[in-house]
């Protein structure tokens, strides 16, 4: 892993009338595929039989033709699907969303992004009252808080679960009637909402409703909890809002064409490359993006230096993701296959752009790669804050000991990876090109959603 990982995308759909639910929800979630690669699964109804399936694998792998003529349920009218990305070592089948659990409620499926950060204090809580847990995933905490709630109507019942758990998360919930959608007070994942002719969606990023037929609509509220019951779309906050979406969402994770809360990843990119530049201005020839994850901040910083903008790298397509890494060797040809350099950069003094730098290993590749292609000298910008903190969110960014920059200055950084000059962008540059407040602990610690307690193992595992 050379960039920090999402960890999860969800869609759900609720309709008037009966539609092909798994045929939609299968092409949604390719649409979220970037969100998580390692499972997906996904929950259907017919208001009497309740169908899921899942699996470890990309969505085409899991949703092959069989598996979805299985969903297929002629009258189905609501369903909701998951696509999870798991740390290495923890990619269990049995973790896979949604999770499902008969309930007071009837049955029950969810989907989460996220990470609850009290999830372990209520897990055990919850074992003492006598629960049982199927899954290692801190998601089925809050089916079990639930559970327990079954006197209350369902929404009612989201809502006092929501008041019990911390952290950041959005959540799709689903009985054989209504659809939920939930989002943490903070608003650290994304979660919005969408109106089609048939009905309504809910979905990580707008691209993903596009592909369902819905329009956006709005984001879900931080705080807020969503719901679909007889056609009606209905809302409560339910508790007070304090805004903190997660900066790496528009430095890096959501699809550049995704419009979250008001600003598109793609446009706050490039505004992220102009800032860069009059931050970190540099005597160059021509500017080079990392494809595919330095595209946006260069077209901005290229149109604010007024430097040419070079196709200077390569990414094969078709290199697809390559797990093992057994030697130093191996790596080294890994990069190879996916990056090679153009002529391009031959003689040229190129400022190679960046969205962020996690361990260091494939920086220094990149470099070494343009200076064995010609390249005079390389000047590496970073469209983000150096990453010194995990983050409890819902991102695996690796453990603190593997970031780079949470050991070593600028100047150690730059002179690991071999650039001629290295800048990353400050937080109050990020802060301007999002235009509003946002999460920013993985690069300063401070967490506006809380923290697991002091010596908690904080992954059950995260969703
Ligand atoms: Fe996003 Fe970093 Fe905050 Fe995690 S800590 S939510 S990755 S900004």
């Known amino acids: 892993m050379d960039k920090p990982q999402e960890e999860c995308g969800v869609l759900g759909l609720w309709a008037e009338t009966p539609l092909d639910v798994a045929g939609l929800l299968h092409l949604g979630l390719l649409a979220l595929q970037h969100r998580g690669q390692e499972a997906a699964g996904m929950a259907v109804t017919d208001?009497?039989?309740?169908?899921?399936?899942?699996?470890?694998?990309?969505?085409?792998?899991?949703?092959?033709?069989?598996?979805?003529?299985?969903?297929?349920?002629?009258?189905?009218?609501?369903?909701?699907?998951?696509?999870?990305?798991?740390?290495?070592?923890?990619?269990?089948?049995?973790?896979?969303?949604?999770?499902?659990?008969?309930?007071?409620?009837?049955?029950?499926?969810?989907?989460?992004?996220?990470?609850?950060?009290n999830a372990k204090p209520l897990r055990d809580?919850?074992?003492?009252?006598?629960?049982?847990?199927?899954?290692?995933?801190?998601?089925?905490?809050?089916?079990?808080?639930?559970?327990?709630?079954?006197?209350?109507?369902?929404?009612?019942?989201a809502a006092e679960a929501m008041k019990a758990l911390e952290g950041g998360y959005s959540i799709l919930l689903m009985d054989r009637k209504t659809l939920l959608a939930l989002r943490d007070p903070h608003?650290?994942?994304?979660?919005?909402?969408?109106?089609?002719?048939?009905?309504?969606?809910?979905?990580?990023?707008?691209?993903a409703l596009e592909i369902l037929g819905a329009r956006y609509l709005r984001d879900v509220r931080p705080g807020e909890v969503v719901w679909v019951e007889a056609g009606e779309l209905r809302s409560r906050q339910v508790l007070p809002p304090n805004p903190t979406p997660c900066a790496f969402e528009w430095i890096y994770f959501a699809r550049p064409d995704?419009?979250?809360?008001?600003?598109?990843?793609?446009?706050?990119?490039?505004?992220?490359?102009?800032?860069?530049?009059?931050?970190?201005p540099a005597e160059a020839d021509i500017v080079v993006p990392v494809p595919d994850s330095g595209i946006g901040a260069a077209v901005g910083y290229a149109r604010a230096s007024g430097l040419p903008l070079e196709y200077g790298l390569y990414k094969n397509p078709y290199a697809g993701r390559t797990f093992i890494q057994p030697t130093q060797e191996l790596r080294d040809l890994k990069t190879r296959l996916k990056l090679s350099p153009t002529s391009a950069v031959r003689g040229k003094r190129v400022v190679l752009i960046d969205d962020s730098i996690v361990r260091g290993t494939t920086s220094r590749r990149i470099v070494g790669m343009l200076k064995e292609a010609g390249a005079k000298e390389v000047h590496f910008r970073v469209s983000s804050p150096p990453i010194r903190f995990p983050c409890y969110y819902g991102i695996d960014t690796a453990a603190r000991k593997e970031l780079i920059a949470a050991e070593k200055s600028v100047e150690e950084i730059r002179a690991y990876i071999g650039a001629d000059s290295l800048a990353f962008l400050s937080e109050e540059g990020v802060r301007r090109a999002i235009g509003g407040p946002v999460c920013l602990a993985c690069f300063n610690g401070r967490y506006p959603a809380g923290v697991p307690q002091e010596g908690e193992k904080l992954i059950l595992e995260m969703g």
Not at 202 to 207: L, R
Not at 258 to 280: C, N, P, T, W
Request: proline letters at 5%.
């Open 47 to 117: 208001g009497k039989e309740f169908l899921v399936e899942k699996d470890l694998g990309l969505v085409n792998q899991v949703f092959t033709e069989e598996r979805l003529l299985r969903l297929r349920l002629p009258q189905a009218r609501l369903g909701i699907a998951h696509t999870r990305y798991s740390t290495t070592g923890s990619n269990l089948r049995m973790n896979a969303q949604p999770l499902t659990a008969r309930t007071a409620h009837g049955v029950l499926a969810i989907a989460h992004n996220g990470n609850f950060v």
């Open 125 to 157: 809580r919850l074992l003492q009252e006598g629960a049982t847990f199927q899954s290692t995933s801190d998601t089925e905490v809050m089916l079990l808080l639930l559970a327990r709630l079954g006197h209350l109507p369902l929404p009612e019942a």
């Open 187 to 207: 608003g650290v994942r994304p979660l919005v909402i969408g109106k089609a002719p048939w009905g309504y969606a809910f979905a990580s990023e707008p691209p």
């Open 258 to 280: 995704s419009l979250l809360d008001g600003q598109e990843a793609y446009q706050a990119r490039v505004r992220m490359g102009e800032e860069l530049f009059r931050e970190a």
